[in-house]
C-alpha cells in the first residue's frame, strides 16, 4: 500500500525529541482570545460563554464527549460559523464580519477537518497551490516551488500529480495539512483529523502534527489520541456540554483530573 | 420528395437562422442561468430573492407570452438595441429564449451545486477564497459535472424553442417551412419531412456535442471518483 510511514522526513521538520514546556506559555502573548462566546443552534445552546486563550507557539488538545461544542468552537475560531455573543480575537483584531476582511483573516487561521476535504477535481499539488495563487497572489511558480517543499515535508511528495480519490486517507490528510500550511497561517485548528481514519494510518498524521507543534505552530487539536496529547500539548482543555470544564497541563490532566466529569470521560476511554 | 432537392437553400437559410437563435440563446442563457444559481446559493437573502422570483416568474410564464412582450413592448418602451429591424427581432428572439432558458438552466445548476460535499466550499473558504472565488474555482467546476445530462434536455428543448422565433419576425426553419408550404401546396407532406429531418439531425448534433463534452469531463475527473 502506498501508505508507508515515512518518520524521517517528518523528523526533518523537529528538533531532537524534547517534551514540550508548560511553562513556555507564560512568556508568550496571547494569539487567540475568546471571551463570552456563545453560539445556539435554535434552541440548542452549543457554547456557554466559553473563555479560552491561546498563546503564540502553544499547542492545545481539546477534549470532550461528542456532541459537546468541540467542532462548532474549533469552527467558530475562523467563523465558518457566527457567534451570537462574546467576542473572539486573532492577535488582538476583532474576526470581522463576511467580506474581504473575514477571508483575510480565514487566510491566517489553517484548518484541517474530519473529512479531509481536499479539492476533488484538483490535484495534490494544485490543492496546494491553489490558495497562494488565488488569496495571496504568489505566482504560480513560487507557489508550485513551496508547494513541493511542502509536500515533502509530510512525506507524499510523489503523489503530487494524482486525484484525491487516489491517495489513501492518511495521504490525503496530509496533503490537508499541507495545504494549509501553504498559507502561512499564524494559528492551526485540527478537527479530529485522524478521526476517519483506518488504525494503521493514525500514526503517520500524528507524527506530522507532533513535527509541526515542535517547530513552534500555534496549534488547537481536537483529538481523542491521548498519545499525542501527552506528546504534543501543552495544555488540555476538556469540554462537556458546551462548557470549558477543565483546563489544565497534559499531565495534570490524564493522572489527576478535577472534574467529575472528566474523571468519568477518562475512565470511559481509557478503559477501551 | 423533389421539393426538398429543390429548396434546399431554403432549408439551409432555415437551418442556419435557428442555428444562429440557438447559439446566442444558448450563450446567454449560460451565462445567466450560471449568475442566477450563484444568486440563488450567495449569502445574500437579497440576492436570493431575486433569484427565487426570477425562476419563478420565467420558468412559469409560457414562452410565446414572452415572445409576444419582447417583441411588442420593448419597442413600446424604447428599448431597442439596433437600428437593423431584421437584426432588432433577432435581438428580441433571443432575449426572450434567454430569459425562458435561463431559469431551467438556473435549477439545473442549482442542483448539480447541491451535489457538491459542503466540505468542498468550506475548505475553500477556511483557505481564505472569497465567496465569489469559492464558487467559481471549486464548487461550479464540480457542480457542471453533474449537470451536463440535464443541460442536454434543457438546450434540447431550447432548440425547438427557438421556432417561437418565427412569430416574431424571425427568419428560422419554421418560417422557411411556411414558405415552402406557401409555394408548394401540392407538396406539404415533403416539407414537412424535411423540415423534421433537418430538425433531428441538428438536435443529434447537439446530442453528439454534449456526449464529448460529458466525455471530456469524465476523462479529466480520472481517479477523482473513489
Ligand atoms: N449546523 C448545525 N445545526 C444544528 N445543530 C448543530 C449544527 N452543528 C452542530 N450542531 C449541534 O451542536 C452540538 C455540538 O456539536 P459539535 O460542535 O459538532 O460537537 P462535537 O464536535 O463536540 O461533537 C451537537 O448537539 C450538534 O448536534
Ligand atoms: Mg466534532
Same mark, same amino acid.
Given at each position: 500500500?502506498?501508505?508507508?510511514?515515512?518518520?524521517?522526513?517528518?523528523?526533518?521538520?523537529?528538533?531532537?525529541?524534547?517534551?514540550?514546556?508548560?511553562?513556555?506559555?507564560?512568556?508568550?502573548?496571547?494569539?487567540?482570545?475568546?471571551?463570552?462566546?456563545?453560539?445556539?443552534?435554535?434552541?440548542?445552546?452549543?457554547?456557554?460563554?466559553?473563555?479560552?486563550?491561546?498563546?503564540?507557539?502553544?499547542?492545545?488538545?481539546?477534549?470532550?464527549?461528542?456532541?459537546?461544542?468541540?467542532?462548532?468552537?474549533?469552527?467558530?475560531?475562523?467563523?465558518?460559523?457566527?457567534?451570537?455573543?462574546?467576542?473572539?480575537?486573532?492577535?488582538?483584531?476583532?474576526?470581522?464580519?463576511?467580506?474581504?476582511?473575514?477571508?483575510?483573516?480565514?487566510?491566517?487561521?489553517?484548518?484541517?477537518?474530519?473529512?479531509?476535504?481536499?479539492?476533488?477535481?484538483?490535484?495534490?499539488?494544485?490543492?496546494?497551490?491553489?490558495?497562494?495563487?488565488?488569496?495571496?497572489?504568489?505566482?504560480?511558480?513560487?507557489?508550485?516551488?513551496?508547494?513541493?517543499?511542502?509536500?515533502?515535508?509530510? #512525506?507524499?511528495?510523489?503523489?503530487?500529480?494524482?486525484?484525491?480519490?487516489?491517495?489513501?486517507?492518511?495521504?490525503?490528510?496530509?496533503?490537508?495539512?499541507?495545504?494549509?500550511?501553504?498559507?502561512?497561517?499564524? @494559528?492551526?485548528?485540527?478537527?479530529?483529523?485522524?478521526?476517519?481514519?483506518?488504525?494503521?494510518?493514525?500514526?503517520?498524521?500524528?507524527?506530522?502534527?507532533? #513535527?509541526?507543534?515542535?517547530? #513552534?505552530?500555534?496549534?488547537?487539536?481536537?483529538?481523542?489520541?491521548?498519545?499525542?496529547?501527552?506528546?504534543?500539548?501543552?495544555?488540555?482543555?476538556?469540554?462537556?456540554?458546551?462548557?470549558?470544564?477543565?483546563?489544565? @497541563?497534559?499531565?495534570?490532566?490524564?493522572?489527576?483530573?478535577?472534574?467529575?466529569?472528566?474523571?468519568?470521560?477518562?475512565?470511559?476511554?481509557?478503559?477501551? | 420528395?423533389?421539393?426538398?432537392?429543390?429548396?434546399?437553400?431554403?432549408?439551409?437559410?432555415?437551418?442556419?437562422?435557428?442555428?444562429?437563435?440557438?447559439?446566442?440563446?444558448?450563450?446567454?442563457?449560460?451565462?445567466?442561468?450560471?449568475?442566477?444559481?450563484?444568486?440563488?446559493?450567495?449569502?445574500?437573502?437579497?440576492?436570493?430573492?431575486?433569484?427565487?422570483?426570477?425562476?419563478?416568474?420565467?420558468?412559469?410564464?409560457?414562452?410565446?407570452?414572452?415572445?409576444?412582450?419582447?417583441?411588442?413592448?420593448?419597442?413600446?418602451?424604447?428599448?431597442?438595441?439596433?437600428?437593423?429591424?431584421?437584426?432588432?427581432?433577432?435581438?428580441?428572439?433571443?432575449?426572450?429564449?434567454?430569459?425562458?432558458?435561463?431559469?431551467?438552466?438556473?435549477?439545473?445548476?442549482?442542483?448539480?451545486?447541491?451535489?457538491?460535499?459542503?466540505?468542498?466550499?468550506?475548505?475553500?473558504?477556511?483557505?481564505?477564497?472569497?465567496?465569489?472565488?469559492?464558487?467559481?474555482?471549486?464548487?461550479?467546476?464540480?457542480?457542471?459535472?453533474?449537470?451536463?445530462?440535464?443541460?442536454?434536455?434543457?438546450?434540447?428543448?431550447?432548440?425547438?424553442?427557438?421556432?417561437?422565433?418565427?412569430?416574431?419576425?424571425?427568419?428560422?426553419?419554421?418560417?422557411?417551412?411556411?414558405?415552402?408550404?406557401?409555394?408548394?401546396?401540392?407538396?406539404?407532406?415533403?416539407?414537412?419531412?424535411?423540415?423534421?429531418?433537418?430538425?433531428?439531425?441538428?438536435?443529434?448534433?447537439?446530442?453528439?456535442?454534449?456526449?464529448?463534452?460529458?466525455?471530456?469531463?469524465?476523462?479529466?475527473?480520472?481517479?477523482?471518483?473513489?
Amino acid at each position: 500500500m502506498g501508505n508507508v510511514r515515512r518518520p524521517c522526513t517528518v523528523r526533518a521538520m523537529s528538533d531532537p525529541v524534547q517534551a514540550p514546556h508548560p511553562g513556555r506559555t507564560a512568556t508568550r502573548r496571547p494569539l487567540v482570545v475568546l471571551e463570552g462566546v456563545q453560539k445556539h443552534f435554535g434552541a440548542l445552546h452549543v457554547l456557554k460563554s466559553i473563555d479560552l486563550t491561546i498563546a503564540e507557539g502553544e499547542v492545545v488538545v481539546v477534549i470532550g464527549p461528542s456532541g459537546s461544542g468541540k467542532s462548532t468552537l474549533c469552527r467558530a475560531i475562523n467563523r465558518l460559523e457566527t457567534i451570537d455573543g462574546g467576542r473572539i480575537t486573532i492577535d488582538g483584531e476583532e474576526l470581522p464580519a463576511e467580506g474581504k476582511d473575514l477571508a483575510r483573516l480565514r487566510a491566517d487561521v489553517g484548518m484541517v477537518f474530519q473529512s479531509f476535504n481536499l479539492f476533488a477535481h484538483k490535484t495534490v499539488r494544485q490543492n496546494v497551490t491553489l490558495g497562494p495563487v488565488k488569496v495571496r497572489g504568489t505566482s504560480a511558480a513560487e507557489a508550485g516551488r513551496r508547494a513541493d517543499e511542502l509536500l515533502q515535508r509530510v #512525506g507524499v511528495a510523489s503523489q503530487a500529480s494524482k486525484y484525491p480519490a487516489q491517495l489513501s486517507g492518511g495521504q490525503q490528510q496530509r496533503v490537508a495539512i499541507a495545504r494549509a500550511l501553504a498559507m502561512d497561517p499564524r @494559528v492551526m485548528l485540527f478537527d479530529e483529523p485522524t478521526s476517519a481514519l483506518d488504525p494503521e494510518m493514525i500514526n503517520e498524521v500524528l507524527d506530522v502534527m507532533t #513535527g509541526l507543534a515542535r517547530s #513552534g505552530m500555534t496549534m488547537v487539536v481536537v483529538t481523542h489520541e491521548m498519545g499525542f496529547a501527552r506528546r504534543a500539548a501543552d495544555r488540555v482543555v476538556f469540554m462537556a456540554e458546551g462548557e470549558v470544564l477543565e483546563d489544565a @497541563v497534559p499531565e495534570k490532566f490524564f493522572t489527576d483530573p478535577e472534574h467529575p466529569r472528566a474523571k468519568d470521560f477518562l475512565s470511559k476511554i481509557l478503559t477501551h | 420528395m423533389q421539393v426538398i432537392v429543390d429548396n434546399l437553400d431554403a432549408f439551409g437559410r432555415g437551418a442556419w437562422g435557428t442555428i444562429v437563435l440557438f447559439f446566442w440563446s444558448t450563450l446567454g442563457s449560460l451565462v445567466l442561468g450560471t449568475l442566477l444559481a450563484v444568486f440563488r446559493v450567495s449569502p445574500s437573502p437579497a440576492l436570493r430573492a431575486v433569484g427565487t422570483i426570477y425562476v419563478n416568474l420565467f420558468r412559469n410564464t409560457p414562452l410565446t407570452l414572452i415572445m409576444v412582450f419582447c417583441v411588442l413592448c420593448l419597442p413600446i418602451l424604447q428599448i431597442t438595441f439596433t437600428e437593423d429591424s431584421g437584426r432588432q427581432y433577432r435581438a428580441y428572439a433571443v432575449l426572450a429564449l434567454v430569459a425562458y432558458t435561463s431559469s431551467f438552466v438556473c435549477e439545473a445548476i442549482r442542483s448539480g451545486i447541491n451535489t457538491v460535499p459542503v466540505g468542498q466550499a468550506e475548505a475553500a473558504r477556511a483557505i481564505g477564497l472569497p465567496f465569489t472565488k469559492v464558487l467559481s474555482l471549486v464548487v461550479l467546476p464540480q457542480a457542471f459535472r453533474a449537470v451536463v445530462p440535464p443541460l442536454g434536455s434543457i438546450l434540447n428543448a431550447l432548440l425547438k424553442n427557438t421556432s417561437v422565433a418565427s412569430a416574431a419576425n424571425n427568419f428560422e426553419l419554421i418560417s422557411a417551412m411556411r414558405g415552402l408550404v406557401e409555394q408548394n401546396g401540392n407538396a406539404v407532406i415533403a416539407v414537412l419531412i424535411g423540415t423534421t429531418v433537418t430538425y433531428v439531425v441538428l438536435a443529434l448534433l447537439l446530442f453528439a456535442g454534449v456526449e464529448v463534452l460529458e466525455r471530456a469531463l469524465d476523462r479529466d475527473r480520472k481517479g477523482a471518483r473513489a
